[in-house]
């Protein structure tokens, strides 16, 4: 059994799920791939198998212990190399998955990479306050990880919310003192905290703060991005 392998089977009983072995393996297949793509192209700082198992794949399936993801629409913002979304469509393969971010490079990668794993997700190269101009409250989950600080997530993220959806946003340590500034931005954008919780992350711990969509999002939100954060709400 791979590094890899090892350690996300390891961790899966401490998040209370269950997955096949081909899920395992179609997980960590995917987390090699980031490591050998990593080679020559800047997608994440942890390589080690275990790590990377660790940090990315557990970490990121750790949602669907909070949301029954199964039959919905699910929006990636600021995917990256393709975390949390990947492994939460892998885990979760009746979820349906947008990824979105703006480094072409990126996407271009997931969309050759993707299909080879014979992972099904529709990849969006574009800006978050953009690209919502087309897709505004169309996803029943917008979910995103180290993107940027929460009242600046949540007005990029918010608006692809349907009313009854949720915001699911990944953060670190800094979580609480994150919420405790985003008051405004959560009243704002038509959210209301539900639940944040804590996950035990090697050593540290990872946090997920569940926002529901209880309003429309009024219309001049997301502002332009340079806005955003020269102004948060």
Same mark, same amino acid.
């Given at each position: ?14 998040? !209370? ?8 393996? *179609?997980?960590? #297949? +995917? ?24 940090? %990315?794949?557990?970490?990121? &399936? ?12 699910? &929006?990636?913002? @600021?995917? @990256? ?31 050759? &990479? ?26 029943? +989950? ?21 009313? !009854? ?6 953060? @670190? ?9 985003? *008051? ?10 539900? *639940? ?5 992350? #090697?050593?540290?711990? %990872? ?5 529901? *969509? ?20």
């Amino acid at each position: 059994m791979s590094e890899m392998l090892e350690a996300l089977c390891e961790g899966l009983p401490r998040l !209370g799920l269950e997955l096949s072995g081909e899920t395992r393996q *179609k997980l960590c #297949d +995917f987390g090699h791939a980031v490591v050998e793509q990593n080679k020559v192209m800047n997608l994440t700082a942890i390589t080690e198998p275990a790590q990377v198992a660790k940090l %990315h794949l557990l970490d990121s &399936i750790s949602l669907l212990t909070l949301q029954d993801l199964k039959g919905k629409t699910v &929006i990636d913002v @600021g995917c @990256g190399a393709g975390f949390p979304g990947v492994p939460v469509k892998i885990a979760c393969p009746e979820a349906k998955l947008t990824l979105l971010d703006s480094l072409g490079k990126r996407m271009t990668w997931l969309e050759t &990479i993707l299909p080879q794993l014979g992972v099904e997700a529709e990849c969006v190269t574009a800006r978050a306050e953009e690209a919502v101009a087309t897709r505004r409250e169309q996803y029943d +989950f917008a979910t995103s990880r180290a993107v940027a600080r929460l009242n600046i997530l949540l007005e990029l993220t918010a608006p692809y919310v349907k009313v !009854g959806g949720a915001v699911l946003a990944m953060k @670190g340590t800094a979580a609480q003192e994150e919420l405790d500034e985003a *008051k405004t931005a959560i009243k704002k954008l038509g959210l209301k905290l539900e *639940k944040v919780q804590q996950f035990p992350a #090697d050593g540290t711990a %990872h946090t997920v703060i569940v926002l529901r *969509k209880v309003a429309p999002t009024p219309a001049q939100y997301p502002r332009r991005y340079a806005k955003i954060k020269q102004s948060p709400l």
